[in-house]
């Protein structure tokens, strides 16, 4: 069952699903562990520990995780968190509307030109198209420079550095205002809630 969809103009459609983590895990295990997602800090998982980590999301009441299509074919991961509940706790000054997230694309070779921006502005689109979500906060490695440069083009802006247990990470935010300045894209609402909303009255590694 998607939860979202997005044609793009020169790339055709983009949708989500809900991940599941039994079914999904040999397929998410050749992702992450291969040489281009360094970055996801899982080169070494087995197929296992893939479906533990991702049980464990999905019985998160603050975090949850997506599997992301490409004209019907698995082609990214995109998992979302409440940044006052994961991730970020004591690093960020949460509010109500912020919604962390983390976006991995699936190894194609050849490299589509343009493919990773596509995604990352359907995850985006996603996340905006609830009316609640004011904020997107995103906390990639500061040595990711690929990422940043994909998230300064979809609008987000540099908070500062934060110390995490596994890494530097550059705090980036952007608004609904500065992601439709960035891309013209102005999110349908329509999508699931954001997990941990219920919480907040108002209310996303790469």
Request: charged share 20%.
């Amino acid at each position: 069952m998607t939860v979202f969809t997005r044609v793009d103009d020169r790339l055709g459609e983009f949708a989500l699903r809900p991940l599941d983590p039994e079914e999904d895990a040999p397929l998410l295990h050749r992702w992450v562990t291969h040489p281009k997602a360094t970055f996801w800090l899982m080169q070494d998982a087995d197929v296992a520990e893939v479906t533990r980590e991702y049980r464990r999301i999905a019985a998160h009441p603050h975090h949850d995780a997506f599997l992301g299509l490409h004209r019907g074919r698995p082609a990214f991961l995109a998992e979302r968190y409440d940044p006052a509940h994961v991730e970020l706790v004591g690093l960020h000054d949460a509010r109500p509307g912020d919604v962390g997230m983390h976006f991995l694309c699936a190894p194609a070779d050849p490299p589509v030109h343009g493919f990773t921006r596509a995604v990352i502005t359907t995850v985006m689109a996603w996340l905006f198209a609830d009316p609640t979500t004011r904020r997107v906060v995103v906390e990639p490695d500061v040595r990711n420079t690929a990422v940043h440069a994909l998230n300064a083009a979809v609008g987000f802006e540099v908070v500062g550095t934060v110390a995490k247990p596994e890494k530097q990470a550059l705090l980036s935010i952007c608004t609904r205002a500065r992601f439709r300045a960035a891309t013209g894209t102005d999110p349908v609402p329509g999508t699931a809630p954001v997990p941990g909303a219920a919480a907040t009255p108002e209310g996303a590694s790469a």
